[in-house]
């Protein structure tokens, strides 16, 4: 049995998961301390529409959010600052 198709592509993988396309925007914040902080921004960034991902790195105080289309900025900023830190603009 061949692994290719009728239509004459082949199809040798094994059903990998298909990686989020969207736009990546890194944003600095300050005020992370914990893995609570963490936790608190993933959730609340994670709920607005249009986000598909968010990644906090404490460390770097910095937050990235993954967006369908071009993220809003001043949303994003009031959902932070809402949650008790502070988005001090886009990473450079």
Excluded: F
């Excluded at 005020?31 to 986000?51: P, S």
């Amino acid at each position: 049995m061949s692994c290719c198709t009728p239509d004459g592509s082949c199809s040798t993988s094994t059903g990998t998961a298909t990686a989020t396309t969207g736009t990546a925007t890194v944003y600095n914040v300050s005020g992370m301390t914990c893995g609570h902080c963490k936790a608190t921004l993933t959730k609340e960034i994670g709920a607005l529409d249009g986000v598909q991902a968010v990644d906090v790195d404490l460390e770097a105080g910095q937050v990235t959010v993954t967006t369908a289309d071009e993220p809003d900025d001043a949303l994003l900023a009031k959902v932070v600052d809402d949650a008790g830190y502070e988005l001090t603009g886009r990473a450079a």
